[in-house]
């Protein structure tokens, strides 16, 4: 093994070192992605629930009728 060849394996894994990082920073953006879609579904659901609700307090006095 002379000295360039030795340089080209560091800079491999000095560049599979900085890939393995974007993918993780990838995975860190898909993951902080999902929690806010997650977050923002959970709002919609207690928004029609609470729509649900209503509707059936309004609809419960003309069922008795």
């Known amino acids: ?3 360039t060849e030795a340089a080209g ?5 000095e ?3 900085a890939r ?3 993918q993780g920073l990838n995975v860190a953006q ?3 992605n999902k929690s806010m879609v997650q977050s923002s579904l ?7 629930l609470a729509a ?4 059936v307090r309004n609809l419960e006095p003309t069922a008795f009728r």
């Open 52 to 55: 649900f609700k209503k509707l």
């Open 1 to 3: 093994m002379d000295l």
């Open 9 to 13: 394996k560091m800079q491999s894994v």
């Open 42 to 48: 959970n709002k919609k659901t207690e928004e029609d």
């Open 30 to 32: 898909q993951n902080n």
């Open 20 to 22: 393995m990082r974007q």
């Open 15 to 17: 560049e599979l070192e």
